[in-house]
């Protein structure tokens, strides 16, 4: 099993990034995918769900009106559109498959800064 997350960096305020995670090793279609989020010295944090037709999103407070989860079953990727970035949002970006046993990825390491 593989989650190999790509896209972070370091953006400016207000600035926009698209994280992607590539899924490998498991039958992707039968996962629920996520994105979870950890800042310095906070804990793991859930920040979007999608059903694993995408047919159902949820999102963290935090975030809703400025993040969008998608996947494509066809590609086995997932991605993560962040717009309107804000300082609070820097943190390390986890890609996570849930079917029972969850999977996580290494994360990707977002930075929100002037």
């Known amino acids: 099993v593989q989650l190999v997350e790509s896209g972070g960096g370091l953006v400016q305020p207000g600035g926009s990034l698209r994280l992607s995670c590539a899924a490998s090793?498991?039958?992707?279609?039968?996962?629920?995918m996520s994105w979870y989020r950890q800042a310095p010295k906070k804990e793991r944090e859930l920040v979007a769900t999608?059903?694993?037709?995408?047919?159902?999103?949820n999102y963290a407070d935090s975030v809703k009106g400025r993040f969008t989860i998608s996947r494509d079953n066809a590609k086995n990727t997932v991605n993560l559109q962040m717009n309107s970035l804000q300082p609070e949002d820097t943190a390390v970006y986890y890609c996570?498959?849930?079917?029972?046993?969850?999977?996580w990825g290494q994360g990707t390491q977002v930075t929100v800064s002037s």
């Open positions: 996570s498959a849930q079917y029972g046993s969850r999977y």
């Open positions: 999608i059903s694993t037709d995408g047919g159902s999103t």
């Open positions: 090793g498991f039958t992707f279609t039968s996962y629920r």
